[in-house]
């Protein structure tokens, strides 16, 4: 694989990669730190990728099964500092009026299961394909299918909720 400059994998996958990360652990420092683990799988264990053009899968598939194998050893202890508020709130600085309706989004996607989150941040932010989804995550194509689909249907009622929630809002403070 000596074809394949790192730098230049670094280049091409390294935002694509964080933000997948960041979709997954919700967090910018373990998005980071994943983000940066992969990189380093990549250069000491990329040498064996037989086929360069599966790169960008075998770099998705590495990110995600260390963001597995975190989740599982982290499912053994209690985090104290995990604020699901304090999480949230570093998403999007509430300063950024233009994006409020990104952060809604946003906050709607990280709070669906992982089981839907991420084959709907790899098909809708990361633009990759069913194939590339279901090899990254090691499923059949149609799971994939099914998995996108059922999460944007929870998605979408999250929205929903989310909407109403804001209209009864503005109608109390209507009525104050």
Not at 22 to 30: A, G, I, M
Not at 63 to 79: A, C, S, T
Not at 94 to 105: F, K, M, R, T
């Amino acid at each position: 694989m000596a074809t394949l400059d790192f730098e230049k994998l670094v280049e091409d996958f390294y935002m694509p990669l964080y933000r997948f990360a960041l979709s997954l652990s919700r967090r910018e420092s373990d998005a980071a730190d994943l983000t940066q683990q992969t990189f380093f799988l990549w250069a000491s264990k990329g040498h064996q990728l037989r086929d360069a053009s599966k790169v960008k899968t075998w770099l998705f598939t590495s990110l995600y099964r260390e963001f597995l194998g975190r989740k599982r050893q982290q499912d053994r202890y209690v985090d104290s500092e995990n604020n699901p508020e304090a999480i949230s709130a570093q998403v999007v600085p509430a300063s950024v009026v233009n994006q409020l309706d990104g952060e809604i989004v946003h906050r709607a996607l990280l709070d669906l299961e992982e089981t839907y989150r991420a084959p709907l941040t790899l098909f809708y932010l990361q633009q990759h394909s069913y194939k590339e989804i279901a090899e990254t995550l090691a499923i059949p194509i149609g799971t994939v299918m099914s998995r996108i689909s059922r999460g944007k249907a929870q998605l979408r009622r999250a929205l929903a909720d989310n909407v109403g929630l804001t209209k009864s809002e503005k109608g109390d403070a209507a009525h104050d």
